[in-house]
C-alpha cells in the first residue's frame, strides 16, 4: 500500500505520521516468538520492511480459522451488493450513496439530504458489505474485490480518528465502542481471514489493520459500557480478536476479561422468561446472536470451561421466548423498537447449539420436522416479567393470535405506550405495531414511539409517556386466564399522559406529564373466532375528558359497515382475510378514519425500521367527548374475503350474542374472566 490508496490530501498529509505509530504499536505489542526466528532476527536488526514481511507471511500462512470460516461460509451474501460495494456505491438503512472520489468515511448524506439520521455513519463503519465482498471473492478469486477492499480499509484506517470517541459519542464519531465491537465481532476479522492470502492486499496493509484491530480492541478494553446491549457487542468484539489473534502479548487476559464481563452482563440482562430485558425482539436476537459469537469460539477452541455454566442455560431460555411468542406465520411480534423478525433463520442457527431440541427443529423447518410446543394447559403463553400475553388458538399457521402487552417499558428502545395489542390471522397482520422508524430525527420518529401509533387509548389528546419502569423483579400483576373455550387478560395503566407535537423539535425529558385517568383494559378471546377488547377510562382528576381509541391498520383501504353502527372493516390488498372493527356501544361515539394525516395530531402512517418503508396506512380512532368515566367495547373479527359477517345482538345492557361462521358465542362485559 502507498499514499495512492489513501483518498484526499489532507488524509495523505496525516498518512506517514499515523503509519509510524500504528506501525510501532504492533512491534510492541505482537509477541515476536509467535511470529518466528527470523522476525525475532529482524527486530534485532531493526529492519522494519523484514518486519513488515516476516508478519504478514506469518498471517498469509497460518492455518485457516475453523470459527471464522464457518462463520463466513454459513451466512448468505449479495453478489450485488459486493460489486455496488466495490465502486464505492451503497446502501444503509434503505440510503442509496454512491462516492466517486473514495470513500469518505466520516461522511453522512442524510446530512444533507433530510431527516438527519445518524444511523447512516454509525452502521456504515460496521461494514457488514465486507462480508459480500470476501464472499465473492472467495468464490470467484476475482482480484478487483480484494483491491477494492484493501482500499476501503486503508483509507478508514488513515480518517477514522480514536480521539472522536474520546471526546464523546457525536454525529462523527467512528470510534462509538458498539461500532467498533460490531466490527471485531465478525467484519473485521472475516475480512482479514479471507483477504490476507490476496497478492492485492499487501504486507503493510494487512500489518497495519493487525495493528487497527488490537487497538480497536485496546480501546474496547478500556472503555466499554457498564451494561445495555452495547456491552454484549463490545466484549464480543475483544473476544473474537483475542480468540483469533493470540499471537497478541494481551490477548490471553483479555479473552479472560472479555468472559468474566459478557458473562455477568448477559446473564443480568436476560430475564427469567427469556426475554431480553430491551423487550424488542430485535434486540433479544442481538443478544442471543453475540452470546452464539462466545459459544461457537469457545467450542471450536476446547474453552467450554470457560463459559459460566448459567450463559447456555439463559442461551436457551431466549430462543424458547420467541418460540412463547411467535405468531402463526413465524414472525415475532414488532414490540418497542422492533424489525419483523422471521424466526426459521433464527431456530436454524439455534439449532447448531441445540440440534436435539423437538420445538426448535419445527421453528426452523417451518413445520415440516420436530415437534409443535405443547398446548398444556393450551397453546397460550405469558412472559410474566417481559410482560407480553401471546394469545393463540393454537400453533397451526392459520391460527388466530393476539400480543397483548402488560410490562414495564424496557431498558433500552423504548416506545411510551402500555396495554398495545397486535392481532393477526396467519400470516396477515391485521392489526399492527409498526416497529417504531428509523433513528432519525423527524416527527415520524416520535410519532412511531408514542402511544398514537399504537393500538390504544389517548386522553384529551395525550399519550401515555412513561419512563419507568423499566424492568421489574417479580412477576407483572396483571390478570390471565387460559382453557380451551377461551383466555382472558387484564392490566391497568396509572402512570403519566403527555402531548407530544411531533414536530421533531420536541425534547421528550421537556414534555408536560398528567394524570388525568386511569386504563384499565381488559381482553378476551373467543376462541377460535375473535376478541373482545373492552377498555375502562376513569377520570383520576374528577374532570371530564375527551377519551379516544386508536387502532392501527397497514392498508389505506376501509369501509363502513351498514349492519353495524360505528363499524369499520379492513379492505388489505392480497390478504385472505380483513379485520371487522364493531363498537358495542356505538351511539355513545364519533368514529373516524385518517390517512397520511400530520395535523392536528398524527394518524394513519405505518412508520416501518430497515425493512419497511414508511408509507401511509390507516388509523380508526373512536372518540368519546367530555366524559369522566367511559368504557370503549369493540368486537375485532377477522372475516375472510368476502364472507359471511358475524351476527352481533344485543341480549341485555352489558351482554351480546355473537355468531361468527356457525358458532355462537354469549359475551358478558360485566364477567369477560368467565
Known amino acids: 500500500m502507498g499514499v495512492a490508496c489513501i483518498t484526499s490530501a489532507a488524509v495523505a498529509g496525516n498518512y506517514y505520521v499515523k503509519r509510524s505509530e500504528m506501525l510501532k504499536l504492533l512491534f510492541a505489542e505482537i509477541d515476536g516468538k509467535s511470529i518466528g526466528d527470523a522476525y525475532l532476527n529482524a527486530v534485532h ?35 450485488e451488493t459486493a460489486d455496488r460495494a466495490s465502486r464505492n456505491d451503497f446502501t444503509v438503512i434503505n440510503i442509496p450513496w454512491q462516492f466517486n472520489d473514495g470513500v469518505n468515511w466520516i461522511f453522512n448524506p442524510t446530512w444533507e439530504n433530510k431527516p ?33 477492499f484493501e482500499q476501503q480499509v486503508a483509507s478508514w484506517m488513515f480518517q477514522a480518528d480514536k480521539k472522536q470517541a474520546l471526546a464523546g459519542p457525536g454525529s462523527h464519531n467512528t470510534w462509538r465502542t458498539i461500532d467498533a465491537g460490531i466490527r471485531l465481532l465478525y467484519a473485521w476479522p472475516a475480512a482479514f481471514e479471507v483477504f490476507r492470502k490476496s497478492a492485492c492486499f499487501s504486507d503493510e496493509t494487512l500489518c497495519l489493520m493487525l495493528a487497527s484491530m488490537y487497538e480497536q480492541a485496546e480501546f474496547l478494553r478500556c472503555n466499554h459500557k457498564k451494561r445495555t446491549n452495547w456491552l454484549l457487542m463490545e466484549m464480543s468484539g475483544v473476544y473474537t480478536f483475542a480468540s483469533e489473534f493470540p499471537e497478541f502479548k494481551k490477548s490471553q487476559s483479555w479473552r479472560a476479561y472479555a468472559v468474566k464481563v459478557f458473562g455477568k452482563a448477559f446473564c443480568g440482562q436476560m430475564l427469567p422468561d427469556g426475554m431480553h430485558d430491551e423487550l424488542s425482539p430485535d434486540y433479544l436476537l442481538v443478544s442471543l446472536s453475540t452470546a452464539k459469537n462466545f459459544i461457537d469460539q469457545a467450542q471450536i477452541s476446547g474453552r467450554m470451561n470457560e463459559l459460566p455454566e448459567k450463559l447456555m442455560k439463559d442461551f436457551e431460555a431466549g430462543f424458547e421466548s420467541y418460540i412463547a411468542l411467535a405468531t402463526p406465520g413465524l414472525t415475532a411480534p414488532r414490540t418497542n ?7 426459521p433463520e433464527i431456530f436454524k442457527n ?9 420445538q426448535f427443529k419445527w421453528i426452523a423447518s417451518e413445520r415440516k420436522a420436530g415437534n409443535a410446543p405443547s398446548d398444556v394447559p393450551t397453546a397460550s403463553r405469558f412472559l410474566p416479567y417481559a410482560g407480553f400475553i401471546a394469545m393463540r388458538s393454537n400453533w397451526d399457521k392459520d391460527s388466530l393470535y393476539c400480543c397483548f402487552d402488560v ?61 419507568l419502569p423499566k424492568r421489574v423483579t417479580k412477576p407483572i ?10 383466555d382472558y387478560a387484564r392490566c391497568r395503566y396509572t402512570e403519566s399522559f403527555g402531548l407530544n407535537k411531533f414536530d421533531g423539535t420536541d425534547d421528550e425529558k421537556n414534555i408536560p406529564l398528567f394524570k388525568p385517568a386511569v ?62 372493527i364493531v363498537p358495542l356501544f356505538p351511539e355513545k361515539l364519533k368514529v373516524s378514519t385518517a390517512s397520511g394525516r400530520r395535523k392536528p395530531l398524527m394518524a394513519g402512517w405505518f412508520i416501518g425500521r430497515n425493512d419497511l418503508t414508511r408509507h401511509k396506512a390507516t388509523t380508526v380512532m373512536m372518540s368519546a367527548e367530555q366524559q369522566k368515566n367511559f368504557t370503549f367495547a369493540t368486537l375485532l373479527i377477522p372475516v375472510r374475503k368476502n364472507g359471511a359477517l358475524p351476527e352481533i345482538r344485543a341480549l341485555g345492557q352489558k351482554r351480546f350474542s355473537v355468531t361468527v361462521n356457525g358458532t355462537s358465542f354469549e359475551i358478558d362485559l360485566a364477567a369477560l374472566n368467565q
Not at 400483576?477 to 377461551?486: C, G, L, P, Q, T
Request: hydrophobic share 30%; net charge negative; aromatic share 14%.
Open 350 to 358: 439455534a439449532l447448531e447449539n441445540f440440534p436435539e431440541n423437538q
Open 477 to 486: 400483576d396483571a390478570k390471565f386466564i387460559s382453557n380451551e373455550n377461551f
Open 116 to 148: 438527519v439520521n445518524n444511523e447512516w455513519l454509525w452502521q456504515f463503519g460496521r461494514m457488514a458489505f465486507w462480508h459480500d465482498i470476501s464472499r465473492c471473492y472467495q468464490n470467484s478469486g476475482d482480484e478487483r474485490y480484494a483491491k477494492a
Open 407 to 467: 410490562g414495564p417499558i424496557g431498558m433500552g428502545h423504548q416506545h411510551w405506550d402500555k396495554l398495545n395489542i397486535n392481532i393477526c390471522k396467519g400470516c396477515e397482520e391485521l392489526i399492527c405495531d409498526d416497529g417504531g422508524g428509523q433513528y432519525e430525527f423527524s416527527p415520524f420518529r416520535w410519532y412511531g414511539r408514542s402511544a398514537a401509533d399504537h393500538n390504544t387509548v389517548l386522553v384529551d389528546g395525550m399519550g401515555q409517556m412513561r419512563y
Open 519 to 580: 386504563h384499565t383494559r381488559e381482553v378476551r378471546f373467543c376462541k377460535p373466532e375473535f376478541f373482545c377488547v373492552v377498555d375502562h377510562l376513569k377520570s383520576a382528576d374528577g374532570k371530564l375528558h375527551d377519551y379516544e381509541l386508536r387502532f392501527q391498520l397497514n392498508t389505506i383501504k376501509t369501509r363502513k359497515v351498514r349492519q353495524f353502527p360505528g363499524a369499520v372493516i379492513s379492505d388489505y390488498d392480497g390478504y385472505e382475510y380483513d379485520i371487522l
Open 337 to 343: 423498537d422492533c424489525y419483523t423478525t422471521h424466526l
Open 45 to 79: 536488526q531493526k529492519d522494519e520492511n523484514a518486519m513488515i514481511r516476516e508478519i504478514a507471511g506469518y498471517y498469509r500462512n497460518r492455518p485457516d480459522s475453523r470459527y471464522l470460516q464457518a462463520k463466513i461460509k454459513s451466512r448468505n451474501f449479495s453478489v
